[in-house]
Structure formats: structure tokens, C-alpha cells
């Protein structure tokens, strides 16, 4: 019988991975910020690190994650067969299996959440722009998506859940309605 990865592990490989690659919560937590602030002036940084954590409690997110990394370490140490190992070192222009990857996973969180997706992998804000640029500094041809996937779900979670206090749903309500997103 194949061993079953308990889901405690998955997240915390996953908060690992992005940390080792030169990612915080913080760092995506101000992209969300950024995000946000536009249409809502009380949005606070504790918020969006709050929903960025959230996030990264989801399984898909998480798989996302993990899958696409693995591609650019493993394209950093040259593991790669060709022609896939030139395209993701490269970051080929035509090569969009990343942006698929990232794109795949904002669907759980709605509209919002897939057009600020659009709107961060065109604008590359912070860190996005950082990894995007880092050359000669490793791989991270799909990282960047990935983060930007966080981002967008993060904020559009946010963006909901603002709404929500202001109708002042039951917190009781607000937390169910967060363990429903989880699925997925
Ligand atoms: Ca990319």
C-alpha cells in the first residue's frame, strides 16, 4: 500500500520551499497590500499576511507549488532532459506551462482572484519583478507565476472577506465559509 503524505508535511515543505528560494509571507504580503489598498484604504498589512497564510493552507496551492519549484531546482542543477532543461533555464518566451501552472490555481478563488493573476503577470509588482529579473541568480522561471498565483488568491480571499465583516457576517459564518474554500 502506497504511504499517504500527511497534509501537515505538504504545508510545511511547501512554507520551506518558498523560503529557500527567497520568499516570505511578507514579501507576497505586500504585493496583496498593494493589490488591495486601491479599494479599501483600512486594509491592513496583518490582513494580508493573514490571507496569505490562508493561501498556503490549500492543497492545490500547495501542489502548485511544490511541482513548479521542483522544475527550477532541478533546471538549476541541470537535471533537466533537453530541450525541456534549455526552455525552463531560459524562461523561453513561448514556454507557458508556468503561467498555466499559476493560473490553474487561482480558479478556487474566483473572478477576482484570476483577473489580479492576469494583472501581476503583466506588471510583475515586488518581489514577482525581483525573482522575474534575478539573472545569473538560479532559476525561478515558474516561481514567479506561483507567487503571483498566491498573491491574486490571497488578495481576492481578502477582497471577499472585507465585504463579509462589513456586513458583519458572524465570524462563526466567515470561518465556515474559509474551511469550504480549503477544498480543492
Ligand atoms: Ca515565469
Redesign the pocket.
Known amino acids: 500500500m502506497n504511504k499517504q503524505v500527511h497534509s501537515y508535511d505538504v504545508e510545511a515543505a511547501t512554507r520551506r520551499i518558498l523560503i529557500e528560494r527567497g520568499v516570505t509571507i511578507e514579501d507576497i504580503a505586500d504585493i496583496v497590500m498593494q493589490m488591495q489598498k486601491p479599494y479599501n484604504d483600512n486594509v491592513m498589512i496583518e490582513d494580508c499576511i493573514e490571507s496569505v497564510n490562508a493561501v498556503l493552507g490549500k492543497r492545490e496551492m500547495q501542489h502548485a507549488i511544490l511541482v513548479g519549484v521542483e522544475l527550477d531546482k532541478l533546471a538549476e542543477k541541470n537535471m533537466l532532459s533537453e530541450p525541456l532543461q534549455s526552455i525552463v533555464e531560459t524562461?523561453e518566451g513561448l514556454f507557458g506551462v508556468?503561467?498555466t501552472i499559476g493560473l490553474g490555481a487561482v480558479f478556487g478563488y474566483g473572478s477576482i482572484a484570476v483577473t489580479t493573476y492576469g494583472h501581476l503577470d503583466k506588471q510583475k509588482v515586488g518581489i514577482i519583478k525581483e525573482l522575474?529579473t534575478k539573472e545569473g541568480n538560479g532559476v525561478h522561471?515558474?516561481l514567479?507565476?506561483l507567487v503571483a498565483s498566491v498573491a491574486a488568491n490571497a488578495a481576492s480571499r481578502l477582497a471577499h472577506r472585507l465585504r463579509d465583516r462589513e456586513e458583519h457576517l458572524a465570524e462563526e459564518e466567515i470561518q465556515k465559509r474559509d474551511q469550504e474554500e480549503r477544498i480543492g
Open positions: 524562461d508556468d503561467e522575474d522561471t515558474f514567479d507565476d
